[in-house]
Nanobody
Framework: QVQLGESGGGLVQAGGSLRPSCAGS????????MGWSGQAPGKEREWVAY???????YYADSVKGRFTISRDNAKNTVYLQMNSLKPADTAVYYC?????????????????WGQGTQVTVSS
């Protein structure tokens, strides 16, 4: 079964950038469509971005134009480039393969999660 390890979060000022990454192990991610989700303190996990195994990308309205999801199949890694960060983006970010049916922008479509990486944006 695939395992995931997120890294690359951190503390940044509003307007700054981060690039979390998600490395797969145990199985190639190439056959999976992948998603990133964020969970803010005291809130439910919410879908943020999606990339199909063919490279099509989709974003939540709250991050559209600021975040970019990409994948490097040779490195078995998925990235989330985060620009123009806002304090409201503060959350633990998780990547996951889409292993269930249903809509891609629902966290219910994903059931294999890594440990997450903390992103904190100060004002």
């Amino acid at each position: 079964q695939v395992q995931l390890g997120e890294s690359g979060g951190g503390l940044v000022q509003a307007g700054g950038s981060l690039r979390p990454s998600c490395a797969g192990s145990g199985r190639s991610l190439i056959t999976y469509s992948m998603g990133w989700s964020g969970q803010a303190p005291g809130k439910e996990r919410e879908w943020v971005a999606y990339i199909s195994n063919g490279g099509s990308t989709y974003y939540a309205d709250s991050v559209k134009g600021r975040f970019t999801i990409s994948r490097d199949n040779a490195k078995n890694t998925v990235y989330l480039q985060m620009n123009s960060l806002k304090p409201a983006d503060t959350a633990v970010y998780y990547c996951a393969p889409r292993t269930r049916g249903g809509i891609y922008y629902s966290v219910a479509a994903y059931d294999i999660w890594g440990q997450g990486t903390q992103v904190t944006v100060s004002s």
